[in-house]
């Protein structure tokens, strides 16, 4: 395989870009080609002496390879909740392996991408992707990393998605699984709420159909508005409530359209800040990725058929009562599917107000859970 990197993997943590060479090409579901891809990471931790300690982090819609480290914008690392010293994700004990998505902005190809052929960004001419593409990537990273099996690949929501892909397409390079507030493919409502996202997005007159950045221009008002839907379908009504009630900014309204109460001042502030770190393009290749998703879709035994080959992998499966964007009804399914396939499953619903960020912020259910079972499957693995 034709691959480059300036990264050693002595020390922790460490950030770089992997580099493919034209021999080995990033063939897309689309039936397009990625040609000399570009997959940037980041890693924390040491490889033990069998290389089978290596914990691969799948990252959710707007999150990147960051996830112990900060990036360069100053943000926190997005998972310090799970991932660090004295974690469930340790690098004491575990090497982590985080990738920022084919398709994203924070150094892997994508839309904002330089095409060698012109000279400018892809734009709208880079090809569509899949949460499939995502992982083969991914898989083509590890390998270059020098990692035959992963001790577990660990994600929530749209990374829960490529935890699930990775057990359909690789399970002989898995140990576990830990799957997130998550579904196995996405509902009619949430490519409702993606294609509002997309439409603002596409309607900000600075998109210029995909070409604001050779024009120097960024749809910025379009993507705020994108992000400001989207972060609502993030939280539960009781947290929203908990937050900011009918709260006012001020004493008295304003009898205009500023924002009056404390979570339209927050949902602006979301926007605005959002639409400094993320591209506008990479937005819309990535929802329509997760709207793509459908693991069983085309398979005579529906999703139990798509996890055959995973009856060696030890899954752990989560969800919460209040997150109405990936219900609980949806991870069921997935625990359906696997217990179908013989497949070995443990599966908890954690009571949480929080709706579906509950994955990202402090709770103590999710941590516990997820560092016995780490923990345990680790015992598992020197006793065979």
């Known amino acids: 395989m034709d691959y480059s990197t300036s990264l050693d993997l002595d020390d922790a943590p460490r950030e770089g870009v992997m580099r493919f060479g034209p021999s ?96 400018q960004p892809f734009g709208l001419s880079f090809p569509f992707i899949t949460i499939g593409d995502m992982v083969r990537a991914q898989a083509m990273l590890v390998e270059a ?7 577990a690949v660990v994600g929530g929501s749209m990374g829960g998605m490529q935890v699930l892909q990775w057990a359909a397409d690789y399970p002989e390079r898995l140990f576990s699984a830990v799957c997130i507030a998550s579904a196995a493919r996405h509902s009619a409502q949430n490519i409702a709420f ?80 959002f639409v400094d770190r993320f591209d ?30 995973a009856r060696d992998v030890r899954f752990c499966v989560f969800s919460f009562t209040s997150d109405w964007l990936y219900p609980t009804a949806e991870s069921r399914a997935i625990v359906r599917a696997l217990n179908a396939a013989g497949a070995r499953t443990s599966f908890l619903e954690i009571e949480s107000d929080k709706g579906h960020d509950a994955f990202l912020l402090e709770e103590p259910v999710l941590r516990a859970a997820i560092d016995g079972f780490l923990h345990s499957a680790a015992l598992e693995r020197q006793g065979s």
């Open 24 to 119: 080995a090409p990033l063939r897309l579901d689309s039936g397009g080609v990625i040609e000399n891809l570009e997959i940037a990471y980041t890693t924390c931790g040491r490889l033990d002496a069998a290389r089978s300690n290596a914990v691969l982090i799948c990252h959710a819609l707007t999150s990147d390879q960051y996830v112990v480290s900060s990036p360069p914008n100053g943000r926190r690392p997005w998972w310090s909740t799970m991932v660090g010293a004295n974690r469930p994700i340790d690098p004491a004990r575990h090497f982590i392996v985080c990738a920022n998505v084919v398709g994203g902005c924070m150094g892997s190809t994508g839309p904002s991408s330089i095409d060698p052929a012109t000279g």
């Open 194 to 273: 993606h294609e509002v996202g997309r439409q603002a997005i596409m309607a900000d007159p600075n998109w210029l159909n995909g070409d604001y950045a050779a024009q120097g221009v960024r749809p910025e008002k379009g993507l705020a508005v994108a992000r400001m839907a989207a972060h609502i379908t993030y939280l539960s009504e009781a947290a929203l409530h908990r937050k900011f009630g009918r709260e006012l900014q001020r004493d008295g309204l304003s009898w205009g359209f500023d924002a009056d109460f404390q979570v339209e001042s927050y949902l602006r502030h979301q926007g605005a800040t």
């Open 145 to 151: 990393l020098g990692i035959e099996t992963l001790f």
């Open 280 to 309: 506008a393009n990479s937005y819309l290749y990535i929802t329509r990725a997760m709207d793509y998703f459908d693991l069983g879709a085309g398979r005579e035994g529906g999703l139990a058929q798509a996890f055959g080959g």
